[in-house]
């Protein structure tokens, strides 16, 4: 493994630094102009056959909106089992490794599955959700997630379990599910605000 000038949490520290940046972008005057210019893309979104099914077809976005939420539950599912294990709270007498990869496995087909129903359902109301701040929260919560997961979380726990301080696997399942849970607030928030 070379050795970067970021030393062993090269990772880390540059997931952190993205996520700040996009904070700290998110809180200036330069998001306005990156906010106007993306509105002609939210049009285009509602002019695609997606936009046009989502709109017309109410029966058609409230089933891929059922799959969108069967999608989240069995994302949160797998977030709470893999870091309940960690925390020892749930599934003791398995192996961390088998929950931690069985789970992971569901968890890719889950957030795959959150993404396809998100794009067309986003399509169908795309410049209703361009006027709610909310969405924008919810996008900058489910980068986050998926960069803690996927650059952060993830490649801790490749090493062997055993070998790592359980202060950091107990501090990384805690904010694994705070992150997660941030991004279903965040969702149910956009229900409550349309």
């Not at 993404?115 to 980068?143: E, H, Q, R, S």
Request: with cysteine.
């Amino acid at each position: 493994m070379p050795i970067t000038i970021l030393g062993p949490y090269s990772r880390t520290i540059l997931t952190i630094f993205v996520i700040a940046a996009v904070l700290g972008f998110s809180f200036t005057y330069v998001r306005i102009d990156v906010y106007t210019a993306l509105m002609p893309f939210f049009e285009w979104m509602e002019t695609t056959w997606f936009g046009y099914i989502g709109k017309t077809w109410g029966a058609a976005f409230a089933t891929i909106q059922a799959g969108h939420l069967i999608g989240l539950a069995v994302l949160g599912g797998c977030v709470l089992v893999s870091d309940g294990r960690l925390l020892g709270l749930i599934l003791t007498d398995v192996p961390h490794r088998t929950v931690i990869d069985r789970a992971d496995a569901v968890f890719f087909w889950a957030l795959v599955t959150l993404l396809l129903t998100g794009i067309f359902m986003a399509c169908g109301v795309a410049m209703k959700i361009y006027y709610l701040p909310v969405y924008w929260y919810k996008m900058l919560a489910l980068a986050g997630g998926i960069l803690f997961h996927y650059f952060i979380r993830r490649p801790l726990l490749v090493h062997d379990l055993n070998s790592i301080n359980s202060t950091v696997l107990k501090m990384t399942a805690i904010a694994s599910i705070l992150v997660w849970f941030l991004v279903a607030a965040t969702g149910r928030w956009i229900g409550f605000s349309g």
